[in-house]
């Protein structure tokens, strides 16, 4: 894990490991179609440790649009909430990086209105949606530093990365990112 990195008050940290198995963090992320059902990566992986009861209170909350969010309860995760946003599929839903960047801000904006203090985040579009790593990196590093300062309760933001390419892209963002706000 690397060290966290303040913007404003909200320490944000990267780390390699499964979303699904985050103790201590007030919410989890579902990287989440626009149906909110079980699927592949991070979807399969939050609703398989969820259990049947999260399908069953996301069915009419759906269907969702790229770069936005919902949230429900953690149902048998670690976690009491999720937060499903549904990213951008790169290339076809554009302006992706606009669309990729809304869904990290509005997910913090969910959190800190029900008075989360902590949220773990995906590599939101980087799988199946087809995202590159790095500038996906880039831009959800970008979009929590921007929003930090204006939020009230959110204190802790760590992004949970499956494989070490994809902690090494998000790793080195939030060096560079870092590095610009100071």
Same mark, same amino acid.
């Given at each position: 894990?690397?060290?966290?990195i @303040?913007f404003?008050?909200?320490?944000?940290?990267?780390?390699?490991?499964?979303?699904?198995?985050?103790?201590?963090?007030?919410?989890?992320?579902?990287?989440?179609?626009?149906?909110?059902?079980?699927?592949?990566?991070?979807?399969?992986?939050?609703?398989?440790?969820?259990?049947?009861? $999260?399908?069953?209170?996301?069915?009419?909350?759906a269907?969702?649009a790229?770069?936005?969010?919902?949230i429900?309860?953690?149902?048998?995760? $670690?976690?009491?909430?999720?937060?499903?946003? $549904?990213?951008?599929?790169?290339?076809?839903?554009?302006?992706? @990086?606009?669309?990729?960047s809304?869904?990290?801000?509005?997910?913090? #904006?969910?959190?800190?209105?029900?008075?989360?203090?902590?949220?773990?985040?995906p @590599?939101?579009?980087?799988?199946?949606?087809?995202?590159?790593?790095?500038?996906?990196?880039?831009?959800?590093?970008?979009?929590?530093?921007?929003?930090?300062?204006? $939020?009230?309760?959110?204190?802790?933001?760590?992004?949970?990365?499956?494989?070490a #390419?994809?902690?090494?892209?998000? #790793?080195?963002?939030?060096?560079?990112?870092?590095? #610009?706000?100071?």
């Amino acid at each position: 894990m690397t060290e966290a990195i @303040a913007f404003g008050n909200v320490a944000v940290e990267v780390d390699e490991g499964d979303i699904s198995s985050q103790p201590g963090f007030d919410a989890v992320v579902n990287a989440a179609n626009a149906q909110l059902l079980p699927g592949a990566g991070v979807a399969g992986a939050i609703h398989r440790t969820a259990g049947p009861g $999260l399908v069953e209170e996301c069915r009419p909350l759906a269907p969702i649009a790229p770069g936005t969010c919902v949230i429900t309860s953690g149902h048998s995760l $670690l976690n009491p909430w999720v937060i499903h946003c $549904l990213g951008p599929v790169y290339g076809a839903d554009v302006p992706s @990086a606009s669309l990729l960047s809304s869904c990290y801000r509005s997910a913090l #904006e969910l959190a800190d209105e029900r008075r989360l203090e902590s949220v773990a985040f995906p @590599a939101i579009s980087t799988g199946v949606f087809g995202y590159p790593l790095a500038e996906a990196a880039s831009v959800a590093i970008g979009a929590v530093a921007e929003v930090a300062p204006r $939020l009230t309760f959110v204190r802790r933001v760590r992004f949970v990365l499956f494989g070490a #390419e994809a902690y090494g892209a998000f #790793e080195e963002a939030l060096r560079v990112v870092g590095n #610009e706000q100071r």
